[in-house]
């Protein structure tokens, strides 16, 4: 037998390679199961709460391992049948064999545990996670590799924590015409011998395929990721898609020829019909291309705007400040209630789009400004401007402490934040609570079901104010 691995004179009680039997008692924050072996922290992807499990270890650090789960010995009641052939090996979804309830009690705890563990704050009220009626088929836009190695066509989701394509013909949280488009695809590739792209070589032709399509319009988008202009036989891919795609009103070939893990690049061609196809969320009418930020569940962007608008508490005379508006998006759906909203956002192009969305729906009462949000704001101050409301629904990794530090300077009565990561929000909710700003409620939405992702709305007032 091997000896164990020893840091610092402490013995990890687990060895690489080796099988156990443990117990999971936790839930990890990507949606592994989590349990204890002699007190040493085990992750294992596929594993529930409650279950018993033999595992073979696969990987072992000072704290911590990682297990593969090879048999489910006393199974939980939570644990049901994937629905996908592929979810073992594809990356697209990772809590598809835990019931749908339960997925969504997973999502309010974690949310709980780390407002109290990274924020500090133990007396917030976190609503149960809000989720869909039906769980599959909800994104609206899908970005799929494709490659053609050895004759063998593959266009599909990459496995977990690689680039190694595996291969599909049905995907369950896409909309199913996405699975037409890929089928159809595949027979060009094959038909006229398109060359994939090939990351090692930065050669090839066909990089990406992405497919948008309009939930409430039914319009349909293909876009196909070219490695460079040349683009063979394209003519034949538009005829081939056109008549067996219903809604199809865009082909559009996007140019990336950087070497890069980035999927788009900057430049796209009109093959085919529009420039961009038309969605609705609730009243408000958006034109989106193939480079537009737009929430990929449509049905729960609609419900978690709703939640900002109730939190923001209008009546129709405050000013309000939306400091991540993108393409105007909540903006929007603000305006509906609020005297006055102005929107900030860092990409000109995003507030041009935000410009153009308030025109196309005949609001009024909207500015939109590009730059930082933390710059303009004391800028907005020196001319008068003191937002009653602030919105923020900044990217992944959260707001600056600088930006927390501006808004509180502009005293609004009410901060609702938009967060896609629970650990960042905690962060933030707990100096914003230094500032004076007291989190009231947070209410989860289940945007990306099947998946560990949770997407909040958070209600915030001013100390003073209570």
């Not at 149960?128 to 066509?153: D, F, I, W």
Request: aromatic letters at 8%; hydrophobic letters at 40%; glycine letters at 6%.
């Amino acid at each position: 037998m091997k000896s164990k691995r020893i840091f610092d004179d402490y013995i990890i009680p687990v060895e690489k390679n080796m099988d156990y039997i443990m117990t999971i008692d936790n839930m990890g924050y990507e949606g592994e199961g989590v349990g204890k072996i002699d007190n040493f922290t085990v992750f294992v992807a596929g594993a529930i709460v409650g279950e018993k499990v033999q595992i073979k270890i696969v990987k072992v650090s000072k704290k911590f391992a990682f297990g593969k789960l090879l048999e489910v010995i006393d199974p939980s009641k939570s644990r049901v049948e994937p629905v996908c052939s592929i979810y073992k090996n594809c990356g697209g979804c990772n809590i598809q064999h835990i019931d749908y309830k339960a997925q969504l009690d997973f999502k309010t705890n974690r949310v709980v545990q780390v407002i109290n563990r990274i924020g500090k704050l133990d007396d917030v009220i976190v609503h149960p996670t809000l989720g869909m009626e039906s769980p599959y088929n909800y994104r609206n836009k899908v970005q799929l590799p494709a490659s053609n190695k050895n004759t063998e066509v593959k266009i599909g989701f990459y496995a977990a924590r690689s680039h190694d394509i595996i291969d599909m013909e049905i995907c369950h949280i896409q909309d199913s015409v996405a699975d037409l488009v890929v089928k159809l695809t595949r027979q060009w590739i094959k038909e006229f011998n398109i060359e994939s792209y090939n990351e090692e070589n930065h050669q090839g032709i066909l990089r990406h395929i992405m497919i948008r399509k309009g939930i409430k319009t039914g319009e349909v988008m293909v876009v196909l990721v070219t490695n460079g202009k040349n683009l063979p036989h394209k003519e034949e891919f538009i005829a081939l898609i056109s008549k067996k795609i219903k809604g199809l009103v865009s082909v559009i070939q996007n140019v990336n020829s950087d070497k890069t893990n980035v999927i788009l690049g900057p430049l796209c061609v009109t093959l085919w019909g529009k420039d961009s196809i038309t969605d609705y969320i609730g009243k408000f009418k958006f034109e989106v291309s193939a480079l537009s930020f737009f929430q990929v569940n449509s049905i729960q962007t609609e419900v978690l705007y709703s939640k900002a608008l109730e939190y923001a508490n209008l009546n129709g005379g405050e000013v309000v400040l939306d400091a991540y508006c993108g393409t105007g998006t909540i903006s929007l759906f603000l305006s509906q209630k609020a005297k006055k909203v102005y929107g900030v956002e860092i990409v000109p192009e995003a507030i041009e789009n935000a410009k153009i969305n308030a025109k196309e729906n005949d609001v009024h009462n909207t500015e939109f400004i590009v730059g930082e949000a933390e710059k303009i704001i004391p800028r907005l101050i020196d001319d008068g401007v003191r937002a009653d409301v602030v919105v923020v629904d900044p990217p992944r990794k959260g707001c600056d402490k600088t930006l927390l530090e501006a808004i509180s300077h502009m005293g609004p009565r009410t901060i609702v934040y938009v967060s896609c990561d629970p650990g960042t929000l905690a962060r933030d909710l707990g100096i914003l609570d230094e500032l004076g700003y007291k989190t009231l409620e947070i209410q989860p939405v289940d945007m990306f079901p099947q998946t560990a992702h949770i997407e909040c709305v958070v209600n915030l007032v001013r100390k003073n104010c209570i």
